[in-house]
């Protein structure tokens, strides 16, 4: 399942309640809106990307639209442009790979660099 800006919070959620039939899900700049950040009942695979500038659902709290704002936002959270507060995605994909039991220490930059 995959969707962009809200239809990536859509796969999100179709990944929470049918993780019981749904084996992976790409959602692309999209989060959980700040509250509902549950972990899926069954293992979902996740291939998330988001870019750093986006000003209506930010990735993180130092991606937010405006300078005068509080950064980050209450409980850690990222507020976007239309003043929806958002789940950072770190945070997100660590309750995902919490339920697969996969270590999640950080996201990865792309491109990696070379060693």
């Not at 870019?51 to 300078?67: E, F, K, M």
């Not at 660590?94 to 491109?111: G, V």
């Amino acid at each position: 399942v995959t969707g962009i800006s809200a239809g990536a919070l859509m796969a999100y959620q179709v990944a929470l309640d049918l993780s019981h039939r749904i084996a992976s899900i790409a959602p692309i700049a999209g989060s959980r809106i700040l509250g509902y950040n549950f972990a899926p009942a069954h293992p979902v695979s996740v291939m998330d990307s988001h870019g750093l500038a986006d000003i209506y659902i930010p990735a993180n709290a130092t991606s937010t639209y405006r300078s005068d704002w509080p950064m980050p936002g209450p409980h850690g959270s990222a507020r976007s442009e239309d003043e929806f507060y958002y789940t950072p995605t770190p945070q997100v994909l660590n309750m995902f790979a919490k339920t697969a039991e996969c270590r999640f220490n950080e996201n990865l930059p792309y491109p990696q660099p070379k060693v």
